[in-house]
C-alpha cells in the first residue's frame, strides 16, 4: 500500500513537532505527516527533567559565557561555528515555545523566570517547568500541533526502512555520491501492513538509544531506530563513542526499565554526592565538586564504587530547605518517598546510567543529511555542538534551534522533488511469523549485558574487542532472522540497537585516546589527532 505527504518527518519528539508546527503555519498547502512508533507523546523529550539552557539574564550572562562552557565540557571536540549558532539562536527559539504554551518556573515576585543551575554552566541558565520540563513541552507541542489541520500525525506507525535507490535496482555503498531518500516503510502496528510512504523530503527525528545498556534514564522507545536505518542506508555517521552516562540515576536494586532520573538541577540547588561511607569525594576529582561535567562526576563515582565495591553511592539533600526543595522537584521527592527514601531525612541511592547519545547522524548547518532529500534534528544527530560530551540542558535547545533551521531550508521549496511513485512496495516472500519470541528477548538482553561490561564508562582494547567479537555473533543470528521472518517491531529494534552497539563499539576502539566521555585504561591522553571514519 502507498502513502504521500510533501514532509515525512519520523519522531513525535521536540525535533519533530517543532518542525512540523512551524512548517506547517508557513506552509498551509503542504501536507506534513509525523509518524511515531507509540503513543505521540512517549519520548525522550517527555522525561526531561532539568530544563533548557538558554542565556536569559543578560545582566549576569553572556553568549559568550555559554559558549564557553560548551567547548569546555565538548573537550576539544565541538565545532565552534556550531556552538555559536546554537548559543545566539537558542533564546529566540525559546520564546517561541512560550508563545506556543509552554509554561516554565517563574521567580517569587512572578516577574521573571527562574533559572536553575547544572554541571558544568558557569551561571543560572536553566529554564524549567519544576522537574517536568520534557512533559511541559511535550503537551504545549502536541496541543499546539493539534491545532494545525495540515498536519497528520500517525500514532504506532513503527519506521523500519529509509527508501533509497537501493530499492530502484541500484547497488548503493557508503561512498556513491548523490544517494536520495523518496521516503520510508513504515509497519502500521496496528494492522501488520507495511506502508511505502512516499515523501519529498523525510526528516529523522526519532531520539536516543540509550536502550543499548542495561540502565539507562531512556524509556523504551530509545532504540536508536533512525540511526541504524540511516547507516542501513548508507549515510553519515560521526561520534558515536561518546556516550553520555548521568551520573545520578535513582539506584533501584529491584531494577527498572527505565532508571528514574534525579535530575542534575538537584545538585545545582545544593546537594552532594557522598560515597558509600557518606564522605564527600568529588573535591578530590574537580575543582567544581559536585557540579563538575557530566564525564567528570560520572567516572569519578565509577572509580569510587570500584574502590569500594559497592554498586551505588549516595546524594544527600537532606540539608536542604523541604518547601523549597519539594516546589522544585515533586517528582523526585514522592518518588523517593514511594520507595521509603525520605530525601530531607535519608540519603538517596543513586548509580551511574546510560543517558544520551552525543554521536549520531552527521548533519551540516541546515541540518542535512549526507543523503540527498533527507535532514535529521534532535537526539540523532550528529552537529558537532556536543563534541566530546554534551553540556546538560543543551540538548532540547538544539533540537529546536535545528528544526528551525531545516524548517527555513524547507522553505526555500520542496515542490522541486517529485514523488517516486515507482517504488516498489514491501516484499514479504519468503517470511513466517516468528515462533520464538524468545530467540529476539534473549539476544536483547545478550546485547545490554555486552555493551554494559564492556563499553561502559571505562574502556580497554581487550574490552572492546570482546564485544566486537560478539556483537559480531548476535548480528550474523539477527539478520538471519530477519531474512526468514515477518517483520516486528520488536524484531526490528533488536536489529537497531545491534547496529548502535557496533557503531559505538567500533568507533571507541578507533579512538586511541581519552577524551571527554571516551576513557580507555589503554590510551589514557588526549591525542591531536584521530580519524574516526567508520566506512
Ligand atoms: P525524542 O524526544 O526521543 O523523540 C523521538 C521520537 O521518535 C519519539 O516520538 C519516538 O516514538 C519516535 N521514534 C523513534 N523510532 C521510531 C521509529 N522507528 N518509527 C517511528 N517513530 C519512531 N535534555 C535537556 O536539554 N534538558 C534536560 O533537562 C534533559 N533531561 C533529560 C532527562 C531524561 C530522563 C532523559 C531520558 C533525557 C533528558 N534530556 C534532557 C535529553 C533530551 O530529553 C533529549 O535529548 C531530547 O528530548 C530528544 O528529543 P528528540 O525529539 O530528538 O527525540
Ligand atoms: C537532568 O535533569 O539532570 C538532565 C539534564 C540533561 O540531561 O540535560
Known sequence: MKKTTDVLILGSGIAGLTLAIKTAEARPDLKISVITKTEQGESNTRYAQGGVAAVWDKAVDTHQKHIDDTLDAGDGLCDKDVVRIVVEEGPSRVKEIIEWGTRFDKNKNQDDYNLGKEGGHS??????????????????????????????????????????????????????????????????????????????VTVVATGGAGQIYRNTTNPVIATGDGIAMLYRAKGRIESMEFVQFHPTALYNPAGENPDFLVSEA??????????????????????????????????????EMKISGADHLYLDCTHLDKEGFYAHFPTIYDKCMSLGIDPMKDYIPVTPACHYMCGGIKVDQEGQTSIKRLYACGECTYTGLHGANRLASNSLLEAMVYAHRIHLNIMKGVEKYDLKME??????????????????????????????????IVRSNVRLKRALDRLKLLYEETEELYRSTAISPQLCELRNLISIGYLVSRSASMRRESRGLHFTTDYPEEKDFIDVTIL
Open 123 to 200: 551561571e543560572n541558565r536553566i529554564l524549567h517547568y519544576k522537574d517536568l520540563t520534557g512533559w511541559e513541552i511535550q503537551r504545549a507541542l502536541m496541543e499546539k500541533t493539534k491545532a494545525l489541520p495540515n498536519v497528520e500525525v500517525h500514532e504506532h506507525y513503527f519506521a523500519i526502512n529509509l527508501l533509497t535507490p537501493h530499492h530502484l535496482g541500484y547497488n548503493i555503498t557508503r561512498v556513491t555520491p548523490n544517494i536520495e531518500c523518496y521516503g520510508a516503510y513504515i509497519l502500521d502496528k496496528t494492522d501488520g501492513d507495511i506502508i511505502t510512504f512516499l515523501s519529498r
Open 266 to 303: 538537584v545538585r545545582g540547588y545544593g546537594a552532594i554526592l557522598r560515597d558509600i561511607e557518606g564522605n564527600e569525594f568529588m573535591h578530590r576529582y574537580d575543582h567544581r565538586k559536585s557540579l563538575a561535567p557530566r564525564d567528570i562526576v560520572a567516572r569519578a563515582i565509577d572509580n
Open 423 to 456: 517504488i516498489p512496495d514491501w516484499d514479504a516472500t519468503g517470511t513466517m511469523e516468528p515462533k520464538e519470541m524468545v530467540l529476539i528477548t534473549q539476544s536483547m538482553k545478550e546485547l545490554k549485558e555486552i555493551m554494559s561490561s564492556y563499553v561502559g
